[in-house]
Structure formats: structure tokens, C-alpha cells
């Protein structure tokens, strides 16, 4: 039995590739950004995508949309923006930054209120959780008749080549609410790269990107950093750049994969290495923008228009929901579907 789903901030497509990879029939979406609406359509044509800011789209039109009433959709789902609530700031104690798309959370609880889904779905950073606007979307949806369950999770131990540690709320108004175990063993870097067609040369526009010109100084450190795992710190101090000398933080700079471990946190600087632990495991040089999307868990198929530039991919590719977690949860939720 196929289940209806509605996908709110959908990005570039990762949640509603999962919902469909669960079974889900994805019939609306909601993105503001032109080039991830592009991106979205580029991949799911069949579904219909509303391309207005969120706080200007009503249940009723999300309904006319969907040819369903009030209470017959199955799934809303959604990961409302969450700069403002980074791990970095988490870390530092700050708080939540003054930014108004935290308020984007108080128009998810307010399309699932008048919606009225039999189950509800949010992915998001774990520090959320602490924040008042959160524990206020609980409230709303417990008030109106919804089990809620939250738990963080690192999508690594659900099929994702990758490790990240995720918030997610499920939420039921028909029967308790589920979320997927995890799977044995992991997909490594190896598993989800390591067969590609050389860069450069692959007839993939995504794949053969040219990687950023670099100083020869930069590309000296790059192709000494030792390969499989390794990192700057292994650098002679007369390779190190002085920005580094002078931090003791940010240790995965400039660092390579490893092979046969899942990757580091694929990010929006995924293809820049001084932004993360972004070199080949092998190959002097970043990963490519497909090897970012492998490692996000998107198919080897996912379309992108390298038109867009790479920047504006990467944001993408870093911004997106992994599929294989959302559809280990999907199905999960699918089964309280059944009952």
C-alpha cells in the first residue's frame, strides 16, 4: 500500500528521495530557494512543488494541492532551517543566534495543526532540542492528540556513509509513534566511493568538476598529509600554515578520509579541505561534488545542474537530509501506517 507524504523545506530532494525509497507517494513540497526548487524538479517531476516562502502558504492550498481534506494525509515531514541553532554555537554556549528563520518552526507546528496528519516527521540538529521553540512544537502537537517521540541519532549506524549525529521527532495520532533500530555494520567511504571513475575524466559534469586553484604551497601540504586517515598534524612544522600553529581547535582541517571508516560530517564546505576533513582518502586533492552527494547517501543517478557553481551545490548537498536515514524511519513509521 502506498502512503501519502507532504515535504516542507524540502531542499534539494534528500527527505522526499527517502520517503519514496520507503513507499512513500511525495504529492506536495515547499522550497523557497530558486536553484534547490530547480534541483528538486530536476529529480522528483512528479511531485508538485510550491515555491513560496512558507509563512505565506496556508493548509487549504497545501490541501487543494494534495486533492486530500483535513485529517487524510499520512506523513507531513520537514526540517525547518536550523542555522540558527549550529553546533557551534551550541558548543560555545550562545545559544540560539537572533535569526528569524527559527521562527520557521513555529510554521511547521502550524501547517501540522491545521493539516492534521496521522503522523508527523522533523529532522533537525540535535541542539534544537534545547530551545524553547521546540519544546513548544511538542507541546502544540501532544495537545492536539499526538505521541511524541524525539531521539539523536548518528545516521552512520542507518546505512549512511557518514557520520552525523541528527535530531529526529516522530509523532502519531493514531497509535504510538516509531522510529528504525539500527542496522548492523556500516557503509565506509570505500563502499560509497571507492569504484568511482577517475575525476576529471568520468563524463560525470558533478564528478569532473575542476577542483579550486590552489597555492603551491597549499597543494605541497595536501599531497603530504599521509594518505588514508591522515592529517595535518603529521606535517612538518615548516609545512603548516600559521593559522593552524596558532589554534589548538578545528582538528580536521585539512585532513584526509579514511578508507574503510564511515566519513566526517558532510557539511556545505564538503568541497573545500580547509573547511573539514575533505581530502581523498588517497587522491592529492578534495573530494568531488559527487563524492559529496555518495557520501550524503544520495544515488550515484541524483541530478545537479553544475550551472548553479559549486558553492551553491555544496550548500545543497551539505543541507540535505541523507535518504537512507530518512527511509530507515519512513518505513518504520509506514508499519504504525498499517495497523
Not at 510550491?50 to 520537514?78: E, P, Y
Not at 543566534?97 to 522533523?122: G, H, S, T, W, Y
Request: proline share 5%.
Amino acid at each position: 500500500m502506498s502512503y501519502t507524504a507532504v515535504d516542507l523545506f524540502s531542499g534539494c530532494g534528500g527527505l522526499s528521495r527517502g520517503l519514496k525509497d520507503a513507499g512513500f507517494q511525495v504529492l506536495a513540497a515547499v522550497e523557497i530557494d530558486g536553484k534547490a526548487r530547480e534541483t528538486y524538479t530536476l529529480n522528483h517531476a512528479d511531485v508538485a512543488l510550491v515555491g513560496t516562502d512558507i509563512r505565506k502558504v496556508s493548509a487549504a492550498q497545501l490541501m487543494r494541492t494534495c486533492g486530500l481534506k483535513r485529517g487524510q494525509l499520512d506523513l507531513m515531514a520537514g526540517c525547518p532551517p536550523c542555522q540558527g541553532f549550529s553546533t557551534l554555537r551550541a558548543k560555545s554556549g550562545r545559544g540560539a543566534a537572533p535569526d528569524a528563520r527559527n521562527d520557521l518552526i513555529d510554521e511547521f507546528a502550524r501547517l501540522a495543526v491545521a493539516l492534521r496528519p496521522k503522523m508527523v516527521m522533523m529532522e533537525n540538529v540535535p541542539a534544537l532540542a534545547r530551545y524553547e521553540k521546540f519544546t513548544a512544537l511538542v507541546e502544540r502537537l501532544e495537545c492536539c492528540g499526538y505521541q511524541v517521540v524525539v531521539q539523536v541519532l548518528d545516521v552512520s549506524c542507518f546505512g549512511v556513509p557518514q557520520r552525523r549525529k541528527r535530531l529526529i521527532l516522530s509523532a502519531s495520532r493514531i497509535g504510538i509513534p516509531r522510529l528504525a533500530t539500527s542496522v548492523p555494520g556500516r557503509v565506509t567511504v570505500r563502499d560509497a566511493i571507492g569504484k568511482l571513475t577517475q575525476a576529471g575524466d568520468s563524463g560525470d559534469s558533478l564528478h569532473d568538476c575542476p577542483t579550486k586553484y590552489r597555492s603551491a604551497r597549499v597543494q605541497a601540504m595536501i599531497e603530504a598529509i599521509p594518505k588514508d586517515g591522515g592529517s595535518r598534524h603529521s606535517l612538518p612544522t615548516s609545512m603548516k600554515l600559521r593559522c593552524h600553529a596558532e589554534t589548538s581547535g578545528f582538528n580536521d582541517v585539512y585532513g584526509r578520509m579514511k578508507w574503510d571508516d564511515v566519513s566526517p560530517t558532510i557539511t556545505s564546505g564538503c568541497s573545500n579541505p580547509s573547511k573539514g576533513r575533505f581530502i581523498h582518502p588517497h587522491e592529492d586533492r578534495p573530494i568531488t561534488l559527487r563524492e559529496a552527494a555518495l557520501l550524503q547517501g544520495f544515488p550515484a543517478d541524483y541530478r545537479f545542474n553544475i550551472s548553479h557553481g559549486k558553492e551553491a551545490i555544496a550548500l545543497m548537498i551539505g543541507n540535505a537530509l541523507p535518504p537512507s536515514f530518512i527511509a530507515a524511519h519512513s518505513r518504520a513509521m509506514a508499519e504504525g501506517l498499517a495497523k
